[in-house]
């Protein structure tokens, strides 16, 4: 079996230090980068995130790695995108209401409502729909104040609930986003990012 080429984005607001053990712990080898040439040249992409949207997106524009993102996605290739980088492939966020995202996802990320605790740290089930392969049932660990409402067209979704059900992780062909951090989800995180790498570019 091949071996795939991971590489892990650097956006500037994220410690991969927990990504990179999880993908060696899954049978990865992956490793850092932030050049346009690393994205187009991977296998496999990771795109990760934690802190503000606008920040991450400032960083990806500034090195030209959106659009290596973007055609990395166009052609198929494997990308698991986590947390704030879930949230980078939407139009936009209320995080960051002059920021726009990588607009893979028509639709707008929002603030949990008063009343709900923010930010949601800790454990949560995920309930995925029909069409799912690589998303199954299970607990993950979330750390987020803001999410996606509603599931978009074309995608296959799990959904959660904290203050109502909102999308947990998306799948569309290579492509998984998950608004939890897999890498800190136990073995259930584990077996799903295996899933992610066995997939073929």
């Not at 984005?9 to 932030?34: D, E, K, M, Q």
């Not at 800790?122 to 799912?132: A, Y």
């Not at 998303?135 to 599931?151: D, M």
Request: hydrophobic share 40%; glycine share 12%; aromatic share 6%.
């Amino acid at each position: 079996m091949t071996v795939p080429d991971v590489v892990v984005c650097r956006t500037g607001t994220a410690n991969l230090a927990s990504i990179l053990a999880a993908l060696r712990r899954a049978g990865g080898v992956p490793r850092t980068g932030r050049s346009p040439d690393e994205i187009r040249a991977a296998t496999h992409v990771v795109l990760p995130g934690v802190g503000t949207f606008g920040a991450a997106m400032d960083t990806l524009r500034d090195t030209g790695t959106d659009d290596a993102l973007s055609r990395h996605i166009e052609s198929g290739k494997p990308l698991l995108a986590i947390c704030v980088g879930f949230q980078l492939l939407c139009r936009s966020s209320e995080e960051s209401p002059n920021a726009t995202g990588l607009g893979l996802i028509d639709d707008g990320v929002t603030r949990y409502p008063d009343g709900v605790r923010v930010p949601q740290f800790g454990w949560n089930s995920l309930v995925p729909g029909s069409g799912c392969r690589t998303l199954v049932a299970g607990h993950a660990y979330f750390a987020n104040s803001y999410r996606l409402e509603h599931a978009p067209r074309g995608w296959c979704a799990a959904m959660a609930d904290h203050g109502g059900p909102f999308v947990a992780a998306l799948e569309r062909d290579a492509l998984v986003a998950c608004q939890f951090h897999p890498e800190l989800s136990g073995s259930w995180g584990e077996a799903l990012i295996g899933r992610w790498l066995a997939m073929p570019c």
